[in-house]
T-cell receptor
């Protein structure tokens, strides 16, 4: 079975401060990891995926297979980063590799 | 172009009634997914359609839930004899084949009184 854990329901930081949203996963095979974001009154959208190894809106995330983690980081948080963030996992290949398993989400608030 | 659309945006119903939720995927997207987002929970996979293949219904929580996809495009999620625990936001997503990026709709908020 695959599981995604986001230990923090709420995270509050000040503008300009570093932010790290934690994500740990449990999966016996080779996973593909994602971060999705949902801004207030907007639809859920993909933020980044580990295979892309890119920085989106200043956010980065590195897959650490040893620690089974995929933490989302940004060195200097902005107020517009305030949103709900979901970590998600799917199988890298093979059957059912379309099925995303989501964590429960972390609500990030960036205070002025 | 237009994104994934869902209707209605909000639905309030009484316990025991049947409801139908509609999803219009992005034109040309062959894969369609339904998820449920309950209060305090993450998104829960419900069902997946890909082209003309048999759908993956493994996430449907009970036999009161069913879904169909007509003509490989529009999908309807039906919940029969609704219960209060069915109250949630139901999200639809589509992708161009699989396992490509899923694009989500705005959701339907279902409230069962």
């Amino acid at each position: 079975a695959q599981r995604v854990t986001q230990p923090e329901k709420l995270l509050s930081v000040f503008k300009g401060a570093p932010v790290e949203l934690k994500c740990n996963y449990s999966y016996s095979g080779s996973p593909e990891l994602f971060w999705y974001v949902q801004y207030s009154r907007q639809r859920l959208q993909l933020l980044l995926r580990h295979i892309s190894r890119e920085s989106i809106k200043g956010f980065t995330a590195d897959l650490n297979k040893g620690e089974t983690s995929f933490h989302l980081k940004k060195p200097f948080a902005q107020e517009e980063d305030s949103a709900m963030y979901y970590c998600a996992l799917k199988r890298e290949s093979g059957g059912s590799n379309y099925k995303l398993t989501f964590g429960k989400g972390t609500l990030l608030t960036v205070n002025p | 172009g237009a994104g994934v659309s869902q209707s209605p945006s909000n639905k309030v119903t009484e316990k025991g009634k049947d409801v139908e939720l509609r999803c219009d995927p992005i034109s040309g997207h062959t894969a369609l997914y339904w998820y449920r987002q309950s209060l305090g929970q993450g998104l829960e996979f419900l069902i997946y359609f890909q082209g003309n293949s048999a759908p993956d219904k493994s996430g449907l929580p009970s036999d009161r839930f069913s879904a169909e996809r007509t003509g490989g495009s529009v999908s309807t999620l039906t919940i029969q004899r609704t219960q209060q625990e069915d109250s949630a936001v139901y999200l639809c997503a589509s992708s161009f084949g699989w396992p490509n990026e899923q694009f989500f709709g705005p959701g339907t908020r279902l409230t069962v009184l």
